[in-house]
């Protein structure tokens, strides 16, 4: 899958507590996205990044952080885990701006208890 | 509120007929329409892509039909496969931006 890596795959956490999803591509793509998808809402951004330590906002970031310190690595942490953050998260990455292709992981399956 | 309204949410056809799946937006200043094909435990591939320079676009079997004054687009599956089952996703962006607005999904199954 356009060589991203998403890691966990599979989490189990409790409420309250952080939890970091980490993308790591080989294709040294200048962007990166997070999105979360739900049944009834299909993908939402969640943050996006520009290049390295350029990051910003999407439509759903409230309780979630991002960094990016390395051109390969974009990190998504969790604060304080809820509920309703139980979801499937998807990296993405583009060579340019989202109008143009973007390749997806295959995904972080996150449950919170 | 979602930018992307898509129907239906699911879709069963037989094989060999012509799957339709349909997309509206209100945001006029979207310029670039993808639709992404998922398979379970899979993320999003991009499938076909149009842009409303042009109303129609075909790649194989797959179709996009675009209608900028209804803002309306639709994506049409010929021949349809058991192959075909996944879950279908239209999206809507406009160029420059880096927000990629997707549909709920459609939950297409082809019977053999």
């Known amino acids: 899958d356009a060589g991203i890596t998403q890691s966990p795959r599979h989490k189990v956490t409790e409420t309250g507590t952080p939890v970091t999803l980490r993308c790591h591509q080989t294709e040294n793509h200048r962007y990166m996205y997070w999105y979360r998808q739900d049944p009834g809402h299909g993908l939402r951004l969640i943050h996006y990044?520009?290049?390295?330590?350029?990051?910003d906002k999407g439509e759903v970031s409230d309780g979630y952080s991002v960094s990016r310190s390395k051109t390969e690595d974009f990190l998504l942490t969790l604060e304080s885990a809820t509920s309703s953050q139980t979801s499937v998260y998807f990296c993405?990455?583009?060579?340019?701006?989202?109008?143009?292709?973007?390749?997806f992981g295959e995904g972080s399956w996150l449950t919170v208890v | 509120q979602q930018q992307v309204k898509q129907s239906p949410q699911s879709l069963i056809v037989q094989k060999g007929g012509i799957s339709i799946i349909n997309c509206a937006y209100e945001n006029t200043a979207f310029d670039y329409f993808p639709w992404y094909q998922q398979f379970p435990g899979k993320g999003p591939a991009l499938l076909i892509a149009i842009r409303p320079d042009v109303s129609e676009k075909k790649e194989g079997r797959f179709t996009i039909s675009f209608n900028k004054s209804a803002k309306q687009f639709s994506l049409h599956i010929m021949d349809s496969q058991p192959g075909d089952s996944a879950t279908y996703f239209c999206?809507?962006?406009?160029?420059?931006?880096?927000?990629?607005?997707f549909g709920t999904g459609t939950r297409l199954t082809v019977i053999p």
């Open positions: 999206a809507a962006v406009k160029t420059g931006a880096n927000n990629l607005f």
């Open positions: 993405a990455i583009s060579e340019s701006e989202a109008g143009n292709t973007i390749y």
């Open positions: 990044s520009y290049g390295v330590k350029d990051t």
